[in-house]
């Protein structure tokens, strides 16, 4: 096979080499969006940005663009843009506004590499146009799903195997595990903190960050025992990430802002962390029947009757031993969020929620990945 054309992270083309997707070439604008401005003033800048970005686009009069809210997260907001071209079709796209020093917890240059060859491997949505404070995507026809939906055995199967094509892709760039870096660069960064609220001042005062430093080191050496596959993985497979479209049965994941290389078990534990949804009902976690089915569709999409037994409990005690380190993760991410971001949530409390359910799980989990170790031979300290 010849080379590819390949579009690193200023949207110029290189050359790929085999055996390597060719990622897609995007627009860019300098132009910036106020994510504070109300929908009636923030639409003349969205009509402009998409504008400056697609030039056939940039004689169209204004009134043949309208622009409405799909949603509005705890990090972003999306917005559709609908336009009727001269032909008279009518053409959407999705504008992704990042939230309000996103930046300090995001890596966006990494987010950048990875969607181009995700959306080239045929997940999430195409990238468009990359802007100041944002990008535009192709816009998907789907539903976005509820924490319910997990607990239906037809889709929890769909994106287990979803999920095992996700891991295959081979992105550019680094190929090591983020997960303790961005682990440890949370922590520096939380435990540092200072707030001019004196009421959430008082209550971060009362965290002991000795206390968690000392158990991301504990999580840290037995995880690293189990020997886990290093994937390019999602990080943040919440409902609210997977969308579908009910009349083709297709799924969809969306936002890699998170996406890195990482540990297998890290990707589906966080992923079953999120059957609890934001209000952290963790009576929803999936039980081990449900889990079961989940690995027997990721491990072999095409016969998941055919998984053995130890292929199961392998996965299974991976996967609820980096369901700690998702804890540790997102709760370190909520404290830096207090601080850091404009929007209404109760960050401070989800953190609380988050470490005390990593607390309340955390003896069951590490007897039982310490008795695994000890039966497989793999109880030893990594080099």
């Known amino acids: 096979m010849g080379a590819k054309k390949i579009c ?22 300098s132009i910036s969006v106020d994510l504070s401005l109300p929908l009636p003033a923030m ?4 009509i402009e940005l998409c504008k400056d970005l697609f030039k056939e686009w940039s004689r169209l009069d204004d009134s043949r663009f309208s622009v409405q809210t799909v949603s509005g997260g705890i990090t972003n907001l999306l917005l559709k843009v609908t336009v009727k071209e001269e032909s008279g079709s009518d053409v959407s796209v999705t504008v992704r506004l990042y939230g309000p020093n996103t930046d300090y917890v995001i890596n966006r240059d990494r987010e950048l590499l990875a969607i181009k060859y995700l959306s080239a491997a045929g997940f999430g949505a195409k990238l468009l146009g990359v802007f100041s404070n944002g990008m535009v995507q192709s816009f998907i026809n789907a539903r976005t799903l509820e924490p319910a939906d997990f607990k239906n055995e037809k889709i929890a199967g769909e994106i287990a195997k979803q999920l095992n094509k ?4 081979n992105v550019r760039g680094p190929k090591e595990p983020q997960l303790w870096n961005d682990i440890f660069k949370f922590y520096e960064k939380a435990s540092a903190l200072q707030f001019d609220d004196t009421g959430k001042q008082s209550i971060y005062d009362t965290i002991s960050f000795k206390e968690i430093h000392n158990e991301i080191l504990e999580i840290k050496e037995l995880t690293g025992l189990l020997n886990a596959p290093e994937v390019f993985a999602h990080n943040d497979l919440l409902s609210g990430n997977i969308m579908l479209n009910e009349t083709e049965g297709r799924l969809y994941f969306i936002d890699f802002e998170y996406g890195s290389y990482n540990y297998r078990g890290y990707d589906i534990g966080n992923h ?5 949804g934001y209000n952290c009902d963790y009576s929803q976690y999936p039980s081990k029947m449900e889990q079961y089915h989940f690995f027997r569709h990721y491990l072999q999409p095409e016969k998941p009757d055919e998984v053995s037994e130890k292929d199961l409990e392998t996965l299974y005690v991976e996967s609820n031993t980096f369901m700690l380190a998702s804890h540790l993760y997102w709760a370190l991410w909520a404290l830096i969020q207090a601080r850091m971001s404009p929007i209404t949530f109760d960050y401070i409390g989800y953190f609380f929620l988050r470490y005390g359910e990593y607390k309340k799980q955390k003896e069951n989990v590490c007897s039982l990945a310490r008795s695994f170790l000890a039966r497989s031979g793999l109880g030893s300290r990594p080099a």
């Open 8 to 29: 690193n992270g200023s949207g110029d083309v290189e050359e790929a080499g085999d055996g390597e997707l060719a990622a897609e070439t995007y627009h860019t604008s």
């Open 166 to 169: 996700f891991h295959q892709v």
């Open 43 to 46: 639409t003349p800048r969205i």
């Open 272 to 276: 079953f962390n999120e059957y609890a």
